[in-house]
């Protein structure tokens, strides 16, 4: 079946760490996005790249970084420079030109 | 000011009651979503609507675009429907969302 596999699905790590968080889609999207979700909050834009070695930055890019060096995989790294890494992170990806997004099981973050 | 405001932000039923959500944007839209997430957090797409009216089983969505305006309506609930309810626009390149609407359904 397609879809966008997000993993792990809880992540604890210490404070000033690194910290990857993976998204896979098989669904062959061109874009692909990721959010943060904090309570009471809409989801925010991190980054997002629309077409392989290409990727732009959201509203809230301060302290994250991105790859896209494949189609199928859009990483997100938490750095130690984001002052409030706990939060929830959705990733999700769409058809170039489309307005349907599809959307991963989301990866929850605590940074202790 | 959100672009994206949703109303109530909380909101207790009983089961079997008729249950409206509300959403107002503030922005060009070319296409609006109602999303639900289960308590888990992943998020499933439920409408994607540019205008009038969609069903599907006991979910209704409508939009009315001179008022930018849409509101998602749930017939006889049920506590399965309990979930978080969130309305995203597309504006340009990327999605907004409302906050979301916290649905209880008490049996």
């Known amino acids: 079946d397609g879809g966008i596999t997000q993993s792990p699905k809880y992540l604890f790590r210490k404070e000033g760490q690194n910290v990857t968080l993976s998204c896979e889609q098989n669904l062959n999207h061109d874009a692909m996005y990721w959010y943060r979700q904090d309570p009471g909050q809409g989801l925010r834009l991190i980054y997002y790249s629309q077409i392989v070695n290409d990727f732009q930055k959201g509203d809230i890019a301060e302290g994250y970084s991105v790859s896209r060096e494949k189609k199928e995989s859009f990483p997100l790294t938490v750095t130690s420079a984001q002052k409030n890494p706990t939060a929830f992170y959705l990733c999700a990806s769409s058809i170039q030109g489309s307005a349907e997004a599809f959307f991963g099981q989301g990866t929850r973050l605590t940074v202790v | 000011k959100n672009e994206v405001e949703q109303s109530p932000q909380n909101l207790t039923a009983q089961e079997g009651e008729f249950i409206t959500i509300n959403c107002s944007y503030s922005?060009?839209?070319?296409?609006l979503h109602w999303l639900q997430q289960h308590p888990g957090g992943g998020i499933v797409s439920l409408f994607m609507l540019s205008s009038g009216k969609k069903k599907h089983g006991r979910l209704i969505a409508t939009i009315n675009i001179q008022e930018k305006h849409s509101s998602l309506h749930i017939t006889a609930s049920h506590p399965r429907d309990s979930a978080v309810y969130i309305c995203?626009?597309?504006?340009?390149?990327?999605?907004?969302f409302g906050a979301g609407t916290r649905l209880t359904v008490k049996p």
């Open positions: 995203a626009v597309n504006k340009n390149n990327d999605m907004r």
């Open positions: 922005v060009g839209i070319s296409a």
